[in-house]
């Protein structure tokens, strides 16, 4: 079929690969022209995974309107802090019935809005909305890494159409019903994440990590349960999966971010350097600002959001952390 991929970073890149593999023609939308102009004419995203060979089934563009005609489905892929404004571009040329899943990963600041929410306020028919979420880094999708993944959606058939798009003998899909755990998930794992890029840059060990990854689990199903959330889904690909890759890896930019952070850098470097979102960055101020809202105790994402924006040093943070009253391990 012909499908529209809405964003031309790594992980747009990764899955634009993916699509095109099983037969499907691909619609690039790229932000940038240059972007779009250079995989038309070598078959490679000039700026991001540019060894991944796309067929001649991957056309870009950077005109949204464009690769939005015929399209039997959508895949958006956008930073978190652009999905509002990319849906509101979107929406004049999409039709009412085709369907659309959303990776990008986050809460929207001030709104505390999950990424399906914002499509909801912006398309018609919310039935057609899904999200992918789960232990994908776009590094390993793109070589044919063993890997899986979850499609969530309040509709089952619109989980199942996505399912069946996206799986490969690679990439296995599973469908969830619990749309709010399976997308706070994914924006929460992140912070957790740079929490274990600043033991990692403070010469801590597995220990201090393993111990951070398990109690930011905690704080994160303890605001999906107040949210709705079902706690079994923080035991799946979408939550301890996406974690520990997360925290792990050395794809993650996220967990990178934290590691620079506490060697003396900061995120405009980071950003700067990479040309990439850390998403973790962005999702704990929103997350930071919902758990306050809705009154959970968060300790590991307040300390993430202090070092990243109020000056809290990684050495202060920590023991912050470890000097907390003491209290039950589960409540």
């Known amino acids: 079929m012909r499908v529209a991929v809405i964003g031309a970073g790594s992980w747009g890149t990764a899955i634009a690969w993916l699509l095109d593999g099983k037969g499907h023609s691909v619609q690039l939308w790229a932000r940038e022209s240059q972007i779009a102009d250079g995989i038309n004419a070598t078959h490679k995203n000039p700026v991001y995974l540019p060894d991944v060979n796309f067929s001649e089934r991957v056309v870009a563009s950077s005109v949204i309107g464009d690769v939005l005609v015929d399209v039997s489905a959508v895949v958006m892929v956008t930073p978190s802090v652009g999905v509002r404004e990319t849906a509101r571009a979107m929406a004049p040329h999409l039709a009412a019935d085709i369907p659309v899943v959303i990776l990008s990963k986050g809460v929207e600041a001030h709104t505390s809005k999950l990424m399906t929410d914002i499509l909801e306020d912006l398309f018609e028919n919310p039935a057609r909305i899904a999200a992918l979420s789960g232990p994908n880094h776009a590094e390993e999708v793109s070589r044919a890494v063993p890997s899986a993944t979850v499609v969530a959606s309040h509709n089952p058939a619109t989980a199942a159409f996505f399912q069946e798009l996206f799986q490969t003998p690679f990439f296995r899909v599973y469908t969830n019903d619990d749309l709010i755990g399976v997308e706070l998930c994914g924006a929460g794992k992140n912070i957790i994440a740079i929490a274990c890029g600043v033991c990692d840059g403070l010469g801590y060990g597995d220990n201090t990590k393993a111990s951070l990854m398990t109690r930011g689990l905690a704080e994160l199903a303890r605001l999906g349960r107040v949210m709705g959330a079902k706690q079994e889904t923080y035991m799946g690909l979408a939550g301890m999966g996406d974690l520990i890759v997360t925290c792990t890896s050395q794809h993650s930019r996220n967990r990178g971010l934290g590691e620079l952070i506490a060697r003396g850098g900061s995120l405009d470097e980071f950003q700067e350097r990479t040309r990439m979102v850390a998403e973790g960055a962005v999702a704990c101020k929103s997350i930071y600002e919902l758990a306050c809202a809705k009154g959970v105790e968060m300790p590991i994402t307040r300390v993430v959001h202090d070092i990243l924006y109020e ?21």
């Open 311 to 331: 000056e809290l040093s990684p050495a202060d943070g920590v023991t912050e952390l470890l000097t907390r009253p003491l209290g039950r391990e589960f409540k």
